[in-house]
């Protein structure tokens, strides 16, 4: 089979391309190894809009029924299911899938005319000590989403990038304090948003931290870090830890199909969402795109959606 339309992925970007291919009856097949995307581990999520206020599972469970509702004639869902490679073929793409999935043949494949690749990204985990036992119990990754929950608290942000700084720009918003560990002894966020960060009276960058362990018992409730010039190891009183230390984009199947960047995103047209392969789409956090959030993928893969239509209607 022939299908005008493969997505892959089941967070917010794929699903919205699915509901979206399904109702415009372009023959689409959605392969999703899960439903849900990184925030399927969060306990609260107050940012998706049409919900005060909805946990992962339950966003992941909403995002699998909408689909479900188009599934028939013009969706097909394969889920548990993981593609190996992308690749270019006669009729547009062909995606293979990995042996010893849930589902999978070995050697199975499909053929496309289009691709749409919403595949997301990981967070780099933090390795120290009580990193694991502490994940979603103090350790979260996203401040847009998890941020409101620690007001009035005191809070540490781990990592010295935009996005760190960022992240601290939201937090001032409604924390006792904020305190910035990094490892080095320069910031490598862009020096206007340092400035004007480090301005704030809640805010405390500190040089040469690294990080060497979470503590608390049911929750965080500290942590310590050695400093690198004097040797000494320093500990902090902290109910929050927010983690900046980068992403990992899922992108390995498609490294020899599309442009990446240097941290591994695929480079997409701000304005189709387009690839640099013609008939392969992009949308969420797997891009470069400037933000990364629920709603922003979505809305990208919506409009990733309404142009790779008109692509196949109108080339």
């Not at 023959?27 to 998706?48: C, D, H, M, R």
């Not at 805010?203 to 400093?227: P, S, W």
């Not at 902290?238 to 899922?250: D, P």
């Not at 960047?261 to 891009?287: F, H, L, M």
Request: hydrophobic residues 35%; contains cysteine; glycine residues 10%.
């Amino acid at each position: 089979m022939l299908y005008d339309l493969i997505i892959i992925g089941g967070g917010p970007a794929g699903v919205s391309s699915a509901v979206y291919a399904a109702r415009k009856q372009l023959k689409t097949l959605l392969i999703a190894y899960e439903f849900g995307g990184q925030s399927f581990v969060s306990p609260k999520i107050e940012n998706w809009i049409g919900a005060p206020a909805i946990s992962g599972q339950e966003l992941a469970d909403n995002l699998k029924k909408h689909a479900e509702t188009y599934k028939g004639e013009f969706l097909e869902i394969k889920e548990g299911e993981k593609v190996r490679v992308v690749e270019k073929s006669e009729n547009g793409f062909k995606v293979k899938m990995e042996s010893g999935t849930d589902s999978a043949v070995d050697g199975a494949s499909y053929e496309t005319k289009t691709v749409l690749l919403a595949t997301g990204s990981v967070r780099r985990k933090l390795e120290v000590p009580g990193a694991d036992k502490f994940e979603n119990k103090g350790i979260t990754y996203c401040a847009s989403c998890d941020g409101p929950m620690f007001a009035g608290q005191d809070v540490a942000i781990i990592g010295g990038g935009n996005a760190a700084f960022e992240t601290a720009a939201q937090l001032l918003s409604y924390c006792k304090s904020v305190t910035l560990l990094n490892r080095s002894n320069r910031y490598r966020a862009d020096e206007l948003t340092v400035q004007k960060v480090l301005a704030n009276p809640k805010m405390r960058g500190l040089f040469n931290a690294e990080l060497q362990e979470i503590k608390g018992d049911k929750f965080v409730t500290g942590l310590t870090y050695r400093d690198k010039v004097s040797e000494k190891t320093e500990e902090i009183k902290v109910t929050g830890v927010f983690s900046e230390i980068g992403q990992i984009s899922n992108t390995s199947m498609v490294k020899d199909l599309v442009e990446l960047n240097e941290y591994g995103q695929i480079k997409v047209n701000p304005r189709t969402q387009a690839t640099s392969a013609p008939g392969a789409w992009a949308a969420g956090d797997c891009t470069d795109g400037l933000y990364h959030q629920n709603n922003i993928s979505a809305g990208d893969a919506v409009k990733a959606l309404e142009n790779l239509y008109l692509w196949l209607h109108t080339k």
